[in-house]
């Protein structure tokens, strides 16, 4: 097929005219499960069955789209369903084996009927349902298989952990001390996976996991309400392939759940502008944005301040921004979720917690410290590697958004406008800041994956529907294969796995008010693992420990322990576990 005809405009929905007949509705003869896929998910007649839907599928074409993408997985699961779950054998008899065979089959079929129904009743279900399929096998594929990695993430874990050791649930602590860092949402919400998971890795990454996923799906609705529902699938396959984005939605730190929080805060402000029920809701995200990672909420309220100034100030009229609403429905909302857990802190704490909270992991961060000083366009640097080929497509689509704004001017892009405000203000306010790093930039994520997307469909749409469905299949296809051939860029290395293993000998071996030495190790996964109190020790402070005969607990390096038998100081001394080239020694 050719361009299709008519005028487009980038504010307009990226669907196109599809003919529901290139996809009869057959019945299922019972030959193979493979034909029934392909007759009944194949086409858009059941989705045009249904009146509510008629009018925007004839029109759009859309259904033929959604019914491959759901056509895809189901053919995966005729394959992957028949096999065993549990593990276990099938009957040995043939007669047996048979009919388990059969009845997996007809489970399979009935389970399948009961998607294609609820499917039907929303156009957007199967977009959604392969998405979540789609990130959930990269996100949380071996998702606890490695150790905790030094620093944020091992550090998170450990703050969580100590929360159910200490049982206080206002007062965060690390390494047994109080610790003002952070506020606590996350940590609450690990405390609690901790009481069903145990303290494991899989629960220390768990919610970070699954706000990647809630971020890919939120980028999906907020592209359908920007420019069309193709948009919106096309913006949340290059978010789900965005090596940055699946790299920190598998590591247990904050940056990830505060990206879909904001997100999913501006997506709640743009559709309370028509519908005022909305502004509840962008509250609510805005307030857990700051609970979850206090200062970084000033880049969704930046956001919408100006662009809601600058509309009010077009448009003459407060129409889209009435007061009550934007004080009671959103603004007290939001401190109803901020203020308790502060004054609560503040009444506990007082000064000290206003300076070091404050002062210090706010107000100091900005001009560089802990070693983290960059110049301020390290993130271009940072951007060109993470997002890898789509960092080409968001230079081009740069450029021609701003030809649009060149030629016509805002007023006839708000849309664009709005995202390019959401980028602009994010990448400086972090460019700003002196204290730099990489993962510090994933809240951008979102809304480059918005602009490229709205881009790329404009493309589609210029082309007929059978193409525009190649264009969804090879982007499919492409974001599988990048990852895949991207492993080294998202897939955390089980490095950690000896500290692990040795440091979790303390357990054993200890009481709880022994400390533990560590030499030439970062003090997060020993703290984690060990659940004891660390110290971070100097060789020779080592070796006068051992030299003084009291009891001591130490984990460090072979060599060091080598060098320690080659001085004539391990007279009493203990070898407790030992771990690749890592061992935990000491004296009881």
Known sequence: MGPSAGPQHLDGDFGGNGDP???????????????????NFGGARPLLEHSKYRHSFVNNGDSIVWNFLFLQFGILLVFYLPGNADGADPPASASSAGEWRAGVKQMTLIVFDKLKTWIQKSPDRA????????????VFMNLGSSALIDWDESIYAAVSKEILESGDWLTLRWNKEIWFEKPPFYFWLTAATYIVFGFTEFAARFWSAALGVVGVVTVY??????????AGFVS???????????????????????????????????????????WKFSGIFLGLTFMTKNVVAVIPLLVMFIFATLEIFH???????????????????FLFIVLPWHLAMYSIHGKDFIDEYFFYHVLARTKGIEGHAKPWFWYLIVLRHWARHWYLLFLGAIYLLGGLFAR???????????????????????????????????????VIALLVGGVVS???????????????????IFCFISLSRLTHLWKIEDYNRDIAETAKAMVAVS?????????????????????????TSGLDNIFGTAAGGERFFALASDAVLEDIVEKGLDEGLTVFKKSGGYVLFGRE
């Not at 509705?25 to 193979?32: I, K, T, V």
């Open 21 to 39: 007949r290139l996809f009869p509705l057959r019945g299922f003869d019972g030959s193979s499960p493979l034909d029934y896929f392909y007759s």
């Open 127 to 138: 977009a959604v349902l392969f998405l979540v399929l789609f990130s959930c096998f990269f």
């Open 221 to 230: 609705f907020f592209g359908k309400e920007m420019f069309g529902r193709l």
């Open 236 to 278: 949340a396959m290059i978010l789900a392939s965005t090596p940055h984005w699946l790299l920190q939605s598998r590591n247990g730190t904050l940056d990830v759940m505060v990206a879909s929080f904001i997100a999913l805060t501006l997506y709640f402000f743009w559709r309370a502008r028509g519908e005022p029920k909305f």
């Open 315 to 333: 448009e003459r009229s407060l129409k889209k921004y009435p007061l009550k609403n934007l004080l009671f429905s959103c603004f007290l909302v």
């Open 408 to 446: 016509d001017g805002i007023r006839r892009h708000w849309k664009v406008f709005f995202l390019f405000l959401w980028f602009f203000i994010t990448f400086v306010i972090f460019s700003a800041s002196q204290s730099k790093i990489q993962w510090y930039l994933v809240p951008i994520y979102p």
């Open 458 to 476: 404009l493309f589609f749409k210029y082309f007929g529907l059978r193409e525009r469905i190649l264009g969804v299949a090879l982007l499919t």
């Open 511 to 535: 009481g709880s008010e022994d400390r533990l030495l560590v030499y030439g190790v970062a003090q997060g996964p020993p703290i984690f693992y060990s659940g004891r109190k660390v110290m």
